[in-house]
């Protein structure tokens, strides 16, 4: 945890209002090779797990879907693409935005989403809106996280639920060992080799060991007046599904 004046910014302790800087910089780096260094990072597995989360979301014709810390689209438009009738994919990085936007005009899905340019923690849209808000990868990345939390439960309609997928903890005691060998030693050699970006890919290793366990991120979603608060690990404990519903 940190006080008012400082957070963390991977393993360094940073003045609060420096982090979104850093954070901005880091995506900025790498956003022309997000996509490619995500399928390597993580060997293809954050496709399975994508895949999962849309499958919970159950996107449906109705459907009014607030992507948080969208990036360069993955999410909105797997849920576009499984039948959700409208998305306002929104990041606060409009180097992410502009990727997304290329991607959205080549899949033809422009005209059913809308991009924002827009700090999750701060949210220029109305209360009690969306019937859906999903933020995947994202929340990690934030200063402040039950600022985010509670912007969701704010723009979400009454019945509407809110979903984050996030790296979280390995419950799985045999895993742990080698998962701390690839985070440390492999993702900062292909932040280094193909993103050309060591301290980027640092970042992220780092920054997935300061977020809260799964059982700490479900009371703070309770405390932003999220309901029915649930969680489901992936492989392990290595990401997680939260789950909570605006009642
Ligand atoms: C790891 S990417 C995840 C992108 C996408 N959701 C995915 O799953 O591929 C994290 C994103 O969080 C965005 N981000 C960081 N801080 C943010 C904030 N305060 N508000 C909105 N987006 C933020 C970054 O710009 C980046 O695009």
Redesign the pocket.
């Known amino acids: 945890m940190s006080d008012n004046a400082t957070t963390h910014f991977g393993f360094r302790t940073v003045p609060t209002e420096a982090k979104?800087g850093l954070?901005?910089e880091?995506?900025e780096s790498v956003?022309p090779r997000?996509?490619l260094m995500?399928d390597l990072m993580s060997l293809g597995i954050?496709r399975v797990w994508?895949r999962i989360f849309v499958t919970t979301l159950g996107p449906r014709p109705s459907m009014r879907l607030l992507?948080?810390?969208?990036?360069?689209?993955?999410?909105t438009f797997a849920a576009l693409d499984r039948g959700c009738g409208h998305a306002v994919l929104?990041?606060?990085?409009p180097?992410?935005?502009r990727v997304a936007e290329e991607r959205a005009v080549e899949r033809g899905l422009i005209g059913r989403m809308e991009l924002l340019c827009?700090?999750?923690?701060r949210l220029p849209l109305p209360d009690d809106h969306f019937d859906a808000v999903?933020?995947?990868?994202?929340l990690?990345?934030?200063?402040?996280i039950d600022a985010?939390l509670r912007e969701a439960q704010r723009v979400l309609r009454p019945g509407g639920r809110f979903l984050c997928?996030e790296f979280s903890r390995v419950t799985v005691a045999a895993l742990a060992p080698v998962y701390d060998a690839y985070s440390f030693r492999v993702l900062p050699f292909l932040g280094r080799t193909v993103a050309k970006d060591e301290e980027a890919y640092r970042y992220?290793a780092e920054s997935i060991r300061r977020f809260p366990r799964q059982p700490e991120l479900a009371s703070r979603m309770t405390a932003a007046k999220l309901e029915r608060v649930t969680w489901r690990d992936l492989s392990g404990g290595i990401a997680a599904i939260h789950s909570g519903w605006k009642l």
């Open positions: 979104k954070v901005r880091v995506f956003a997000y996509d995500n954050h994508k992507d948080l810390a969208g990036g360069t689209g993955d999410i929104s990041d606060i990085n180097a992410m935005l827009a700090d999750a923690e999903t933020i995947a990868f994202g990690r990345n934030c200063t402040d985010v997928l992220l």
